[in-house]
């Protein structure tokens, strides 16, 4: 199973562009990454998902390396309401089924 | 637009009680999850119901029972709550299991 890297916190000014990084150097060649996000004291939110192909959204953009050992969650213009913990999540199947795999995430702050 | 909604949203249980917490999907979704959440780590998967009719156990299930009681509805027991059990938990949904999740807002459950 895939397992993600994520730096535990970062800091984005208000307007500017996010980029939250993620590796997940043994993903396999079916394996999705997934994104959610959670705000406090709330339930995760999906953003986006993908395989290879870059996507994109009303919410984010994603890009993911030609060689699948990393991605990229980008918000291009960050707002205070941004400010989550983000999960960047390799899905996989275990002898617990269909589990996503949160982590520990990182945890955005937008600032004014 | 409701989605995903649990109840109650909060409950506060002393040892040795039982309770069930409901979840209630409108999306039409095939597969549901109950997670939990607690301080400092991510969520872990109970159960899950890949469709209707079926159940099968996730990460950490010891104390736990769930009932898929038609497409709509998937429940979580706790037949003799002990303190270890204090967490949020949260419920999903997905149209299938490589489908994204949807989350409701959680329960909040104190077990003294």
């Known amino acids: 199973d895939a397992k993600t890297t994520q730096p535990p916190s970062m800091d984005c000014a208000e307007g500017r562009a996010a980029n939250l990084p993620c590796n997940h150097s043994?993903?396999?060649?079916?394996?999705?990454v997934y994104w959610y996000r959670q705000i406090h004291s709330q339930g995760p939110q999906y953003i986006i998902h993908g395989l290879k192909n870059n996507e994109t959204n009303e919410m984010a953009s994603l890009i993911i390396t030609e060689d699948r050992k990393s991605s990229t969650l980008i918000l291009p213009h960050a707002t205070l309401r941004d400010t989550a913990v983000y999960y960047c999540i390799v899905r996989f199947y275990s002898n617990s089924g269909y589990a996503l795999n949160f982590g520990k995430g990182t945890s955005l702050l937008v600032t004014p | 637009n409701a989605g995903v909604t649990q109840t109650p949203k909060f409950q506060v249980l002393k040892t040795g009680q039982s309770m069930t917490l409901q979840c209630a999907q409108d999306?039409?979704?095939?597969?549901m999850y109950w997670y939990r959440q607690d301080p400092g780590m991510g969520l872990r998967l109970i159960y899950y119901?890949?469709?209707?009719?079926?159940?099968d156990k996730g990460e950490v299930p010891n104390g736990y029972n769930v009932s898929r009681l038609n497409k709509r509805e998937f429940s979580l027991r706790l037949e003799s709550a002990a303190p270890s059990q204090t967490s949020v938990y949260f419920c999903a949904s997905s149209d299938n299991d490589r489908a994204p999740q949807h989350f409701g807002d959680g329960t909040r459950l104190s077990i003294l």
């Open positions: 043994t993903i396999s060649g079916n394996e999705y």
């Open positions: 119901s890949a469709s209707e009719g079926t159940t």
């Open positions: 999306m039409n979704h095939n597969s």
